[in-house]
């Protein structure tokens, strides 16, 4: 399955980094630094993995990461 996620700080962007770079997912990514956000994310993962980050994103645990489903 193929999304995008969004990081909206640089301490965030390397918390995601890390965080997919353990769970071996296919990814590539663009800084941006626009008004909206810092980087995205475009991440190709099995539905298991997309539900382990979903969670680890909607934990609310200090990290700005959003999650875009759909093309981009």
């Known amino acids: 399955m193929?999304?995008?996620l969004f990081t909206h700080s640089?301490?965030?962007?390397?918390f995601l980094l890390r965080m997919l770079d353990t769970m071996k997912v296919q990814y590539r990514f663009a800084?941006?630094?626009d008004s909206e956000s810092y980087s995205?994310?475009?991440v190709i993962s099995?539905?298991?993995?997309?539900?382990?980050?979903k969670n680890l994103v909607e934990e609310n645990n200090g990290?700005?990461?959003t999650i875009?489903?759909?093309t981009y």
């Open 40 to 42: 995205r994310f475009e």
């Open 2 to 4: 193929k999304y995008n």
């Open 10 to 14: 640089s301490y965030s962007h390397t």
């Open 68 to 70: 875009q489903y759909g």
């Open 63 to 65: 990290t700005a990461i």
């Open 46 to 53: 099995s539905p298991e993995i997309f539900e382990t980050i």
């Open 31 to 33: 800084i941006t630094e």
